[in-house]
């Protein structure tokens, strides 16, 4: 059995969060865009990301709603997730409107916004890293239940 690219992301998720010693929030969300994107680490990142990673995990496996039929939506999540970990999410937003071309109202506009809300949740401590891996099942995988946090 295959598992899917979305599964993959979700289990890159899981890896990072249990690495020892614990990653700091900003490591970890660096560190998912350099594993899921090839978005480096270091101070050249900006030239990563601005030719939009690379698909270090290629598939499908994403819900409807954020799946354009394309097997690069877990470097698209994973990417956008580590722009706004190092510039914010407002900026992130209007480059990925603006120069991405991804408006919001299509498959990627949605991703990018709930990576987004990821990258908020996680950074505020409302989502621990341990929970992270399940976000993704629950929010971006398809056939998954919804996740709703309390």
Known sequence: MTVSACEQLAAACDRLAARTPPLSPGRFLRDLGH????VRR???WFLDAGR??????RGRGFRRHVDDGT???ARHFA????VAARVGSRPARWLSIHVGR???DTADGRLTDLALDFVRSVRSGELPLSDTGDWVRARLCAGAASFQRS
């Open 35 to 38: 594993e899921v994107a090839g």
């Open 42 to 44: 270091g101070p050249f």
């Open 52 to 57: 939009g990673g690379s698909n270090r995990i």
């Open 71 to 73: 097997e690069g939506q």
């Open 79 to 82: 990417g956008i997730v580590s």
């Open 102 to 104: 991804d408006a919001p």
